[in-house]
T-cell receptor, first 112, second 113 residues
Framework: AQSVTQLDSQVPVFEEAPVELRCNYS??????LFWYVQYPNQGLQLLLK??????LVKGINGFEAEFNKSQTSFHLRKPSVHISDTAEYFC??????????FGSGTKLNVKP | GAVVSQHPSWVICKSGTSVKIECRSL??????MFWYRQFPKQSLMLMAT?????????EQGVEKDKFLINHASLTLSTLTVTSAHPEDSSFYIC?????????FGPGTRLLVL
């Protein structure tokens, strides 16, 4: 079965520092990859997605992610975070059986 | 991206009553919508897939008689929590897929007293 692993449940970081949120998935076939952000008491907002093409994907709010097929990873990065980036981030995979799988989420806490 | 709305955003009800949550796709027609449940500090759990004009497909362990889903039109799916109990208190989120991408509603917080 498909699985999505976000190893870090919480990531504390100071404002203006860089951050990387890790995501690994298990699959031997092609997948589509997504990162979503969830602010408190809100639904999920699409940050970025990888469907095909360039492995470096740029999203909203200055985030980017790199698809690494050999390491089955899709880590999310931002070179300089803001207080407003404090939220929970979910990695997701759509596999070739047309089913979405979510990671357990990483809570990003940006400190002043 | 596509816009999905949910109503209500908050609902508090007494134990034993039924609650209906609406999910609308505002700018595209959705033959399929998804209903998720999210417990505090946890990821989303897919409850069911709502299909326009036909019966919903429920995930294993989800009671279809407890969580009634109706997808009567291409823009509206409803989830009714019947005879709600305190353990049904949760955050319910719907989504719709456009191509390969899922777009989520803002969620409905249900509190059953």
């Amino acid at each position: 079965a498909q699985s999505v692993t976000q190893l870090d449940s919480q990531v504390p970081v100071f404002e203006e520092a860089p951050v990387e949120l890790r995501c690994n998935y298990s699959s031997s076939v092609s997948v589509y990859l997504f990162w979503y952000v969830q602010y408190p008491n809100q639904g999920l907002q699409l940050l970025l997605k990888y469907l095909s093409g360039s492995t470096l994907v740029k999203g909203i709010n200055g985030f980017e992610a790199e698809f690494n097929k050999s390491q089955t990873s899709f880590h999310l990065r931002k070179p300089s975070v803001h207080i407003s980036d404090t939220a929970e981030y979910f990695c997701a995979v759509l596999n070739n059986f047309n089913k979405f799988y979510f990671g357990s989420g990483t809570k990003l806490n940006v400190k002043p | 991206g596509a816009v999905v709305s949910q109503h209500p955003s908050w609902v508090i009800c007494k134990s034993g009553t039924s609650v209906k949550i609406e999910c609308r796709s505002l700018d595209f027609q959705a033959t399929t919508m998804f209903w998720y449940r999210q417990f505090p500090k946890q990821s989303l759990m897919l409850m069911a897939t709502s299909n326009e004009g036909s019966k919903a497909t429920y995930e294993q362990g989800v009671e279809k008689d407890k969580f009634l889903i109706n997808h009567a039109s291409l823009t509206l799916s409803t989830l009714t929590v019947t005879s709600a109990h305190p353990e049904d208190s949760s955050f319910y989120i719907c989504s719709s897929r456009q191509g390969e991408t899922q777009y989520f509603g803002p969620g409905t917080r249900l509190l059953v007293l």
